[in-house]
Each structure stands twice: as structure tokens, then as C-alpha cells.
Antibody, heavy 120, light 113 residues
Framework: EVQLLESGGGLVQPGGSLRLSCAAS????????MKWVRQAPGKGLEWVSG???????YYADSVKGRFTISRDNSNNIVYLQMNSLRAEDTAVYYC??????????????WGQGALVSVSS | DIVMTQSPDSLAVSLGERATINCKTS????????????LAWYQQKPGQPPKMLLY???TRESGVPDRISGSGSGTDFTLTISSLQAEDVAVYYC?????????FGQGTRLEIK
């Protein structure tokens, strides 16, 4: 059974940093692309960042230069380092597995989400 | 970026009746190389993450009931629930995966009338 378990969310002041982790199990992690998708309170889904099976990384313009995605294939974890956080980054952040190896695909599994609140 | 526009924004349907949600893309997501539409549908129930329903516009994910179906091609797509059940109350999203970046529709809230 595929499981994705996010951790690392919380309350942070504007300008602060957080690192989200997503522990994956139930599939051969190194063979699949992974993404972070966020959902602001009461809003829709927004792709944030992705990493292919080969390690290529991609970012939405709204987070480029502030967020960094990485993966640890030895421990089946994908990370999202978030720096210079802004109030508009407040959202539930979902870790999601893509169907294939590359960043352009559909999402076949989602984690339960980690809440990030940016407020003073 | 491809813009995804869903209609309506919200919908109330009686139990047992048909529900229809539309998704329009700003450019075709039909790939000529394999004649596939690069479009997916997701269901998000309150307090839960999204769940994959359909890919290639009309292929059901394993475990999705056959009352849920997808149709359409090119730029116009439809999600249909043939006989609404109480457990179908959710927000539904379409997403293209035709090119970078993937984008989602704004969501359609489905409720019981």
C-alpha cells in the first residue's frame, strides 16, 4: 500500500524558514517523480515544486528562489525547504506521487498534508 | 500556461440524479502522437486530500465506481456522476498534464439538493 506521510509544518513568522518532509512507502521511490502541491484555506490546488526520478527540479514562479526541493532515495524521503516565507504561503502542503518518472504527469497518490501558517 | 476553467463553481443535485461538471482548457490537451487527452479528474472530500478518479480523460482509477465517468476531447471535458450518492459530496478538480506546468481547474463543489 502506497503511503505518503508529511511532517514539519507549523507556525512561522514572515521571513522565516521551515522544512517539510514526506516519507514514502509501498512503492519503489527512486522510480517516480514527486511533487508538492499546496492549498490555501478555502482555495483550490496549486502546484509548488517537483522533482523527477532523475533529480531534475522544477518550481512555480511564486516560490522560485525561495523554496528548494530535494529527495533522499536511500531513505525514501522528499523534502521542501521553504525560506523567506510570506503570509501568502499559508496553506496545507500536500506531498504527491506522480504516475511516472517525469514531472509532467498526473498524481496517483497524495499524502494527508502539512499545515504551514505564516503570521506574526 | 494552460488555463483550466471549470463550470459550474457549485452544483446541488438530488440523490439518485445525474451530476455533470465541465472543464475547459485554454488549448488542446489531445496529443497527436498517441491520440490521448492528457487530462485527469480528482475528488476532494472535506478534510481529506485529493483522490485520483480518472486519467486520460476517461480511464477510471482502480476502485472508482462506474457511476463516475469522464468524456470529452481536445479542449472540452465532462465528469459525470450518473446517480448521485451521499458519499459523492466533494469538490472536484480537473488537471491537465499535457505540458509544463501542470495546472488545475478552480474546483466545482458538489452538494446534495
Amino acid at each position: 500500500e502506497v503511503q505518503l506521510l508529511e511532517s514539519g509544518g507549523g507556525l512561522v513568522q514572515p521571513g522565516g524558514s521551515l522544512r517539510l518532509s514526506c516519507a514514502a512507502s509501498g512503492f519503489t521511490f527512486s522510480n517516480y517523480a514527486m511533487k508538492w502541491v499546496r492549498q490555501a484555506p478555502g482555495k483550490g490546488l496549486e502546484w509548488v515544486s517537483g522533482i523527477s526520478a532523475g533529480g531534475a527540479t522544477y518550481y512555480a514562479d511564486s516560490v522560485k528562489g525561495r523554496f528548494t526541493i530535494s529527495r533522499d532515495n536511500s531513505n525514501n524521503i522528499v523534502y521542501l525547504q521553504m525560506n523567506s516565507l510570506r503570509a501568502e504561503d499559508t496553506a496545507v502542503y500536500y506531498c504527491a506521487k506522480l504516475k511516472g518518472r517525469n514531472n509532467i504527469d498526473y498524481f496517483d497518490y497524495w499524502g494527508q498534508g502539512a499545515l504551514v501558517s505564516v503570521s506574526s | 500556461d494552460i488555463v483550466m476553467t471549470q463550470s459550474p463553481d457549485s452544483l446541488a443535485v438530488s440523490l439518485g440524479e445525474r451530476a455533470t461538471i465541465n472543464c475547459k482548457t485554454s488549448q488542446s490537451v489531445l496529443h497527436s502522437s498517441n491520440n490521448q487527452n492528457y487530462l485527469a479528474w480528482y475528488q476532494q472530500k472535506p478534510g481529506q486530500p485529493p483522490k485520483m478518479l480518472l486519467y486520460w480523460a476517461s480511464t477510471r482509477e482502480s476502485g472508482v465506481p462506474d457511476r463516475i465517468s469522464g468524456s470529452g476531447s481536445g479542449t472540452d471535458f465532462t465528469l459525470t456522476i450518473s446517480s448521485l450518492q451521499a458519499e459523492d459530496v466533494a469538490v472536484y478538480y480537473c488537471q491537465h498534464y499535457y505540458t509544463f506546468p501542470v495546472t488545475f481547474g478552480q474546483g466545482t463543489r458538489l452538494e446534495i439538493k
